[in-house]
C-alpha cells in the first residue's frame, strides 16, 4: 500500500500555501479530497494540479487592470489536478523500465498501531445512539473490527490493501444503514447544501465527479453528526 499518510493535510497546506492566507477547507472540499483519493490520484499529482491552478490565476492577476477574485475553496482546482493526471499518464506510457525490483518501502503502518486504530473505532460505534437498522449495523461492525484488530496481532503480515478493502465495505454498509435511518428532513437539507456549495465549481467539474463529491459531503456530515468515525485506514493521521 502506499502511503498517504498525510493525504488530505499536505492538500490542505499547499491550498493555504498557494492562496496566501490561512482558510479552513469546507466540508465539501474534503468531500472533494476523498474522490481524489478514492479514484487513486498521487499526491504529488494532485499539488501539481494545485500548482498550476495557481500559477494561472497569478499570471491573469498580473495581466489584470482590475481587481481579481479571491480563491475560496479547493474546487477551483478540480480541473487542474484532473489535467494534472493526464499529464501524469501521457508522460508514464513507455517509460516503465521492466526488470527492475522495487526497493521495499516501509509503509508507517506498523501492526500494532493499526489493530489500535481499529479497537478506537469499535468503541465509538458501541457508544453510538444509532436508530434501526444503522444501531444493528454498528454493533455488528464493531465486533468485526475488534476482531480484525485480534487477527493482526496474530498475523501481522496480513495485507493492508486487504484490510483497507474490508474497511471500505463495512464503511458503506454503516453509510446505508444511516441513510436508511435518517429523517427525510435531514437528507433533504444535506443535499440542498452540497448543491448550494457545489453550485460555484460546476463548470470546474464533470457530472459523475460531482455526483460523487455530493455523496461524499452527505457521508461525512452524517457520521460527523452521530460522532462517527471514518474506518479507511488513511484517516489514521486524523485521528
Request: glycine content about 6%.
Amino acid at each position: 500500500m502506499r502511503n498517504y499518510f498525510n493525504y488530505f493535510t499536505e492538500i490542505e497546506e499547499r491550498f493555504q500555501q498557494r492562496r496566501g492566507s490561512l482558510l479552513m477547507l469546507s466540508t465539501l472540499d474534503w468531500a472533494l479530497i476523498e474522490t481524489w483519493r478514492e479514484a487513486g490520484i498521487p499526491l504529488e499529482t494532485v499539488l501539481r494540479g494545485i500548482d498550476n491552478a495557481f500559477d494561472k490565476h497569478d499570471e491573469r492577476t498580473r495581466r489584470s487592470t482590475g481587481r481579481m477574485r479571491k480563491v475560496n475553496g479547493l474546487g477551483w482546482c478540480a480541473q487542474s489536478v484532473m489535467e494534472a493526471v493526464e499529464q501524469a499518464m501521457e508522460a508514464a506510457i513507455g517509460t516503465a523500465s521492466a526488470g527492475e525490483p522495487e526497493q521495499p518501502v516501509d509503509s508507517g503502518f506498523e501492526s500494532e498501531r493499526v489493530a489500535i486504530y481499529l479497537e478506537q473505532n469499535a468503541t465509538m460505534l458501541e457508544a453510538a445512539k444509532l436508530k434501526p437498522p444503522a444501531d444493528d449495523v454498528g454493533r455488528e461492525t464493531a465486533v468485526r473490527l475488534r476482531a480484525l484488530a485480534a487477527g493482526l496481532r496474530v498475523d501481522p503480515s496480513m495485507r493492508l490493501e486487504d484490510l483497507d478493502r474490508t474497511l471500505s465495505v463495512l464503511e458503506e454498509k454503516i453509510f446505508a444503514g444511516l441513510l436508511t435511518a435518517a429523517d427525510e428532513d435531514e437528507l433533504t437539507g444535506l443535499r440542498e447544501q452540497a448543491s448550494r456549495e457545489l453550485a460555484p465549481y460546476r463548470g470546474k467539474m464533470q457530472a459523475v465527479q460531482i455526483k460523487q463529491i455530493q455523496q461524499q459531503f452527505l457521508q461525512k456530515k452524517l457520521l460527523e453528526a452521530r460522532n462517527l468515525p471514518r474506518l479507511s485506514l488513511f484517516y489514521m493521521s486524523l485521528g
